[in-house]
C-alpha cells in the first residue's frame, strides 16, 4: 500500500458512522450483510447509508456483490490487512514487519451465520 492509498482509507475510516459500519462488516465476515440490514443495525438512515458504503467502496475497503435484488457489502480484509501492514512497517525495526494479520477463513466458515458473535465483536 502507498501512502495515497493509506491516507484515503485512513480518511474514509475517519467518521463516526463509517468506522462503525466497517467494524460491523469485519465482524460479520466474508458473507456481509445487505445494506437494508446495515442501515437497520447501525440505525442510519438508507440515502445516509449510501454515502456511506460509497466512500468506503470508493477507498477499497469494503466490496459490494449483487445477489437476486439486494446488494451485499463486505470488508475487504487485504485492504484492511495491508493498512495494518503500512501503519506498522517499521515498528519492529527498519524493514521489519509485524503487523497481525486477519484471515476471516480462520474464523468463518463458508456459509457461516452466527450473527450473534458477529454482533458481540461489534460491541
Do not use: W
Not at 468506522?19 to 438512515?45: D, K, N
Not at 456483490?65 to 446488494?71: A, F, G, I, P, Y
Amino acid at each position: 500500500m502507498d501512502q495515497k492509498a493509506a491516507i484515503a482509507a485512513l480518511g474514509a475510516l475517519a467518521q463516526d458512522t463509517r468506522l462503525e459500519l466497517f467494524r460491523l462488516l469485519v465482524a460479520t465476515g466474508p458473507q456481509g450483510l445487505p445494506a437494508g440490514m446495515i442501515a437497520e443495525r447501525l440505525g442510519v438512515l438508507p440515502s445516509s447509508l449510501s454515502f456511506h458504503l460509497n466512500q468506503l467502496h470508493h477507498a477499497g475497503l469494503i466490496t459490494q456483490r449483487r445477489q437476486s435484488r439486494q446488494l451485499i457489502y463486505a470488508a475487504e480484509y487485504g485492504a484492511m490487512n495491508d493498512l495494518l501492514a503500512y501503519l506498522t512497517e517499521n515498528c519492529c525495526g527498519r524493514g521489519q514487519s509485524c503487523a497481525p494479520a486477519c484471515n476471516p477463513a480462520d474464523a468463518y466458515t463458508i456459509g457461516d451465520t452466527d450473527e450473534a458473535l458477529a454482533r458481540s465483536r461489534v460491541s
